[in-house]
């Protein structure tokens, strides 16, 4: 008898087999806390095209495009919202408006939202591009979003949206820009008509022509591409970089993600201005990074560009963009519940001002929240590294640190936190807290304190059974 594997066998196999098709395909990597996920995905896109999963894995093989769209329809995930990462958006007004100063009057500008979703992010830039040059945006503006998941584009064209999309956008703002439409809101005409959505794969190639006559590829000025690299493998991401970087006018930039991985390529100059990471299409290969920070500005330039300075460029450079008290609004979303939004805040606020200790120590409560211990001490310990005398930070650290087992370590945060908070008035709110008193956090201590000594106690009579 021929042995046969069994589906419980075989199904690690095709999920493997499927891991592979997808790198190839889309470039997607599935990390292990998504493997659940990824199963059911599998599952649910097969049911819908009435395969079983390993003839859907020949098909995938096969570049089947309806397989293709439907895996990722399954299998991407398009969190978005408008004018995510705000200081994206300051950043586009200024070189939109040093674009537009430096071309003949009328010139077209084009713009690509590149791994787009359901659209929010190509229409901010629309709005973001009438905010900074008036109505002659209209005419001169245009902006494509490409996707690879049908869904979110055709979401993206129809341009109505529900309240949580607008988690981030000051009331003024929507109704100035959006038109009511029963419970949701639409896009109003005139950013509306700035915009066109593709369906398309970042892996294979540039967008479509953005306007009549754009026929022999003129250029893209600014792209955005936030939030994609990061679901993407690493040959993949130096792909869709190459292309995106090809995709630009000289001098054009690239705009990535906070947390998206960086990418070196000969054609891009990378910079980080008030922390936020661009790329700007060299006009000649260059090797330069420059780190400005609110307060100071270090470039480390390689010996070659110092000696061959860069060509004058069309833009002036950027000017610093002052951070917003991203921290404060961040904590008033995590005390009204809202912790992914106010995760997504905090994760700017790091990047906007990545010296304050309080933003630090606000990310590892929101990690402890999430129960992911080892970066809320990380967190933790870099709070109490910034901000000296952080009674706060300690006892975070030491809850985090008493949740790894790390006992000894726990109960110096505890000693420590003791020592600074009985400094304070009991009713006193503990600095970088918001709003914690020296109280409360004592007795959090004391408690914290009894579980540890109570669990070496345990250990150690245990240990002498
Ligand atoms: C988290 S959303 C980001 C949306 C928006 N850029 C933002 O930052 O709010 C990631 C998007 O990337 C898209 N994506 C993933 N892989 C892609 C690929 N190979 N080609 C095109 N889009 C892709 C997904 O479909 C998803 O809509």
Known sequence: MTPT?????????????????????????FPPSRAQAFEAGIGRAAAALGEVPASLLLRLAAGDGAVIDELARELTIGETYFFRHPHHFDFLREALRAIALDRP?????RLWSAGCSSGEEAYSMAIAALEALGPVAERTVAIV?????PDCVARARAATYGEWSFRNVEPEVRARWFERDGPRFRVADAPRAMVRF???????????????GDGAAPGIDVIFCRNVLIYLEPAAIARVTAELARALVLGGWMVPGPSDPLQRSPELVVSAVSGMITY?????????????TPARVVASVAPSVAARPLPASPLPPVTVIPPRDAVERARRLADGGDLAAAFALIEEAVILEPLRGEAYALRAVLAQARGDHPAAAADADRAILLQSGFAFAHVIAASSRARLGERVEARR?????????SALAAEEGAPGSGGVTARELLHACRQLDRSLVSASAGRASGGRR
């Open 145 to 149: 979003g490409t996707d690879v998941n």
């Open 280 to 292: 700007r299409r060299a006009h000649h290969e260059v090797a330069l990074v420059a780190v400005t």
């Open 105 to 109: 009057a009328g010139a077209p500008i």
């Open 413 to 421: 945060h505890v000693r420590n936190a003791q020592r600074l908070l």
């Open 5 to 29: 594997a069994s589906p419980e066998a075989l199904l690690p196999a095709l999920l493997d087999a499927f891991a592979t098709e997808l790198r190839r395909t889309l470039g997607l990597v």
């Open 198 to 212: 593709a369906a398309r794969n970042l892996l294979d190639g540039p967008p479509p022509p953005l306007l009549a």
